[in-house]
């Protein structure tokens, strides 16, 4: 009973350097999002997903880059991380517009 | 464009004492809404939804919402509160035609004392 699983846990980049953070689901959800958490700003959208083969911009997507191949996995990718974007990050998935969204159990990164 | 307003960063209260936290969203159009709980160093969990209907939501853990349109508000409610409860607790929209878009307000620290 996975639901929505992240990985890594942690990351610590340099500035500069470029990584993919996983997201993989098993509940056969088209719809998937990745959101960043900051401190009083709450989740914030980066990119999100309505099914394989189609992805748009949320409200903060600069730096950021996503795919989606199939229907189980949503990586993010930063092309050249930034000290702007040590976060936690957090992917979710849902079946459909009113319907809950489950969320992973994020990936705190820092860049130094 | 939507947004979600929490009007308190932060809420502390003792326990067995009745607890509100409040929302305000602000859209143009009909939107679903939900209320999220964040526990310490996990992800969110739902604890309640209004999609259309009856205006009073009663969701997990004893916890109830009532969504009042003329406000536009979704304010949280829970009559006795528990150590447990304490947590991060996210008020969110999303329009009906776009799923997987979540918008979400800032967030309140409901922090519960013995």
């Known amino acids: 009973n996975a639901g929505v699983t992240q990985t890594p846990k942690f990351q610590v980049l340099k500035t500069g350097q470029s990584m993919t953070l996983q997201c993989a689901q098993d509940?056969?959800?088209?719809?998937m999002s990745w959101y960043r958490q900051d401190p009083g700003m709450g989740l914030r959208l980066i990119h999100y997903?309505?099914?394989?083969?189609?992805?748009d911009q949320g409200e903060v997507p600069n730096g950021y880059n996503v795919s989606r191949s199939t229907t189980e996995d949503f990586p993010l990718r930063l092309l050249s991380a930034a000290p702007s974007q040590t976060s936690v990050y957090f992917c979710?998935?849902?079946?459909?517009?009113?319907?809950?969204?489950?969320f992973g159990q994020g990936t705190r990164l820092t860049v130094v | 464009a939507q947004s979600v307003t929490q009007l308190d960063s932060q809420v502390p209260v003792f326990e067995e004492a009745p607890v509100e936290l409040r929302c305000n969203y602000s859209?143009?159009?009909?939107?679903?809404l939900f209320w999220y709980v964040q526990y310490p160093n996990q992800g969110l969990q739902l604890l309640l939804k209004?999609?259309?209907?009856?205006?009073l939501v009663k969701g997990i853990n004893g916890f109830e919402a009532e969504f009042n349109k003329s406000q536009t508000s979704f304010h949280l409610r829970k009559p006795s509160v528990h150590i447990s409860d304490t947590a991060e607790y996210f008020c969110?929209?999303?329009?009906?035609?776009?799923?997987?878009?979540?918008?979400f307000g800032q967030g309140t620290e409901l922090s519960v004392k013995p």
């Open positions: 509940m056969n959800h088209e719809y």
């Open positions: 209004y999609l259309s209907g009856s205006t």
């Open positions: 859209s143009s159009v009909s939107v679903y």
């Open positions: 979710a998935s849902s079946a459909g517009t009113h319907t809950e969204a489950f």
């Open positions: 997903s309505v099914g394989a083969g189609i992805t």
């Open positions: 969110a929209v999303t329009l009906y035609n776009q799923g997987g878009k979540l918008i």
